[in-house]
């Protein structure tokens, strides 16, 4: 119960954020994949820089999850064809839709009607994976059967 | 205030945040994808008792709305290079039919890369996850080559 609070503000947050950073505008999005502007590329460094030095901290304190008690543990994927082929056909509809699916579900909460399109689509997409591998289930990118899963490993480990 | 667009290296580090408090308060993984598909996966079973993903996907619908609410523009009117190309009646359906095969696309591609620009891009990069940074190099290649071929057609 307490996760799912958390997890809506934290979607809050993050749908705001999308929408102030520009991201739910298509137009936006376009000028950053023509290498117009640099913003968008400069707003995911600087978001991945802040979450790598987040987990690894949390990593190095052993911290247990605040809300569940749950140790914080997560495992890495080696690369397979099917990262490659789906990101494929996934960047394919990203720039041709110049919306991903997070800006995709703000732009329905701004009341952009051509987003209706687009997110039918993503749920019709969505719908056909799952129909066609009901083995493979979530989360899909943390545990897959050819997916060889490596002990996570700090990159600032203190030495012992 | 809400018209202007953020600054990078505010909006950057809140959304890396926000990975990282998805951690902390209950080791979960943050990816935009995971909702939809909890969304799907349950309402294809009769049910909508959705985990936190799928809250985290309605999340950011009603931060949409907020948005918009509060003076940030409700982001109405036309949709980037489709309604700069496509016009009339026969227009509205090229465009409606366009973006709906690339969501399909991005439904389906999403999913079986294991997440898409939050899930891969952010999450799983920030893990330093080898697939999800052969993920990530993948889909902003694509979406980067598919944007100059639609500049050179039109």
Known sequence: MRSRLAGTLIGVVFGI??????MSNPTVIREALLFER??????FASAVLVAVIGLQTLRRRRARALLTGAPLT?????PGRRHVTGSALFGLGWGIADACPGPIAAQIGQGVPWALFTIAGVLAGVYLFLRQGAAESEPAADATPEAM???????LAPRA | ??????????AGPVLGLCVVVCRALFNGRLGVTGGYSEVVAQLVRGSVRFDWRGWFLIGI???????????GGAGVGGYGWLTGTF?????????????LVAGVLIGFGAKTAGGCTSGNGLTGTSMLSPAS???????????????????AVI
């Open chain 1, 17 to 22: 954020t999308l929408c102030w950073s520009g």
């Open chain 1, 38 to 43: 640099a913003y968008l590329f400069l707003m």
């Open chain 1, 74 to 78: 997560w495992t890495r994927d080696q």
């Open chain 1, 149 to 155: 899963t490596v002990a996570y490993r700090p990159l």
């Open chain 2, 1 to 10: 205030m809400l018209d202007h667009q953020l600054a990078w290296y505010v």
């Open chain 2, 61 to 71: 619908v009603v931060g949409g709305m907020l948005f918009a609410v509060l003076g």
């Open chain 2, 87 to 99: 016009h009339g009646v026969l227009g509205q359906v090229v465009i409606a039919a366009v973006l």
């Open chain 2, 133 to 151: 940074l052969v993920a990530t190099a993948t889909f902003f290649g694509a979406a980067i080559i598919v944007s100059f071929v639609i500049e």
